[in-house]
């Protein structure tokens, strides 16, 4: 399927690696050039030559924090007027909330909140323009069924899970679609350092805890962060224009409800 984006600007967030490299690359595989973030220059100067290499667009890497301003506008400023967005940001550390302060909660919020709300008031209107957009927020499946030592993560993402919901359907009538993907148990350094958390906290060994982990998931499986790319990559196709203001589920079927 063509997914008529070939040629487009994604900015894609927190993207050298895991969920965000998923993204990134999808996208390349369609054509579209990329703007790839993470903060560490050396692995994401790495997979932008990858990437580069491989798809033959083009891909501008831009180290920097998106959970600061500064950040953020170092970013932009290699491409300001994005057609697709993806925003993404590391997760707060596993916790119990009696140990968790204030400043602990606004890294949260600036981390899986504020971020990606600052990143869309900063490029929204561009493509209201342009009447071509698409912005997908990577948040996670505890916005459905919340997950009792990711206090802080729960919070702050179904804080932006609520400021989506308004902000989406005002702008759906311009060619501009807003989506969450939601994604459970992945493959990626995030699920091996829970594992571990959940792993010191029971006392038991890691590949217990990774077990415990897989049979509750209905496929049998962990995600393959690849898999995870192509269903954004559909999100933001010229094919997805009627899809908005969603919170797209991708688990393996660990969600037991029905809504």
């Known amino acids: 399927m063509d997914l008529g984006i070939r040629g487009r600007w994604a900015v ?15 996208l390349a595989a369609n054509g579209v050039h990329i703007v790839l973030n ?11 030559k990858r990437l580069a290499q491989h798809y033959g667009v083009e891909v501008v890497p831009v180290a920097a924090d998106v959970t600061t301003a500064e950040g953020r506008a170092r970013l932009l400023s290699a491409r300001p007027d994005p057609d697709i967005l993806i925003t993404n940001a590391g997760g707060p550390p596993p916790g119990d909330f009696r140990d968790w302060d204030e400043e602990a909660w606004i890294a949260a919020l600036r981390a899986n909140m504020l971020s990606a709300i600052f990143l869309i008031q900063a490029t929204l209107d561009a493509m209201l323009q342009r009447r071509f957009g ?9 916005v459905k ?13 179904a804080g932006l899970t609520g400021f989506i919901a308004g902000l989406a359907r005002q702008v759906a009538d311009r060619g501009v679609t807003i989506n ?4 459970g148990r992945f493959l990626t350094d995030r699920l091996r350092a829970n594992f571990a958390y959940n792993a010191r906290k029971l006392g038991k060994p890691v590949e217990e805890v990774e077990r415990a982990a897989l049979a509750r998931i209905p496929a049998g499986r962990f995600g393959d962060p690849r898999e995870f790319g192509d269903l954004c990559a559909f999100l933001c196709s010229a094919r997805a224009g009627y899809i908005t203001g969603q919170n797209i589920l991708i688990d393996g079927g660990a969600y037991p409800g029905t809504f």
């Open 12 to 26: 894609v967030c927190a993207a050298s690696k895991g969920l965000g490299y998923g993204c990134a690359e999808a």
């Open 38 to 48: 993470a903060r560490t220059p050396e692995p994401l100067e790495a997979a932008a």
């Open 134 to 142: 698409r912005i997908v927020n990577i948040t996670s499946s505890a």
């Open 145 to 157: 069924a919340p997950i009792a030592e990711l206090g802080l993560s729960n919070g702050a993402r």
């Open 180 to 183: 969450n993907l939601l994604p």
